[in-house]
């Protein structure tokens, strides 16, 4: 594959992810201001990564047969729809939270606003180490997706005591929980784009 169109699928693969990154930014500032209308936007930005994975999938499956670079990036498109639809279900539970008023406790709102933060910059780090093609930038995202999931695994082990011991409500509980797992999958699927995009 000739090295401008490479650069130019790169560019492409980068705006995928910084939509996704705006896309969590959104479902921040819904969750932390109670703010329905953030999830609107959010979901049109969704929408918007679907439509270009299916497009950017299908000019890599054609490049594929005579281009090696494009066969080994080819499910990247994949990986960061997957990750739009994670953000997704972070946005369906905070429309849940406003929507039935379901309170959580300090604890999980701090919790919350952390993973954000961490989600927010493992995407934008993605995003640069794919442009960049660092493979010590690329290491590093997947170094900090590694943390974030066990950042989420801690906080979901220690939430479940809280409800054993009766400090939270079943169903806030699952709604948090259901917010943690999510941030998982967002890790998982970052560090399998970068893995797939690290030079060899």
């Known amino acids: ?9 790169k560019k492409e693969i980068y705006l995928l992810i910084h939509k996704a990154e705006q896309m969590l930014e959104l479902t921040e500032d819904a969750f932390m201001k109670n703010k329905a209308a953030s999830l609107d936007q959010a979901a049109s930005f969704a929408r918007e990564i679907k ?34 639809i994670s953000i997704e279900r ?34 934008k780090k993605a995003g640069e180490a794919v442009v960049t093609g660092s493979a010590a930038g690329m290491e590093s995202v997947k170094t900090e997706s590694d943390a974030m999931v066990h950042m989420a695994n801690t906080y979901s082990t220690a939430h479940e005591d809280r409800l054993v011991a009766g400090e939270c409500s079943p169903k806030s509980s699952s709604n948090y929980l259901c917010i943690l797992y999510a941030f998982e ?4 699927h970052t560090k399998d784009v970068l893995k797939k995009m690290s030079p060899k």
């Open 90 to 123: 972070i946005a369906e539970n905070v429309r849940v939270k406003i929507k039935e008023g379901l309170l959580f406790s300090d604890k999980a709102i701090q919790e919350t606003g952390i993973m954000m933060k961490k989600g927010k910059e493992v995407l």
């Open 185 to 188: 999958d967002i890790a998982a």
């Open 51 to 84: 439509d270009k994975e299916d497009a950017l999938t299908e000019k890599l499956a054609k490049a594929a047969p005579g281009s090696g670079e494009a066969r080994v990036i080819l499910s990247v498109p994949m990986h960061i729809e997957k990750i739009a």
């Open 1 to 9: 594959m000739p090295d401008q169109s490479m650069k130019d699928i």
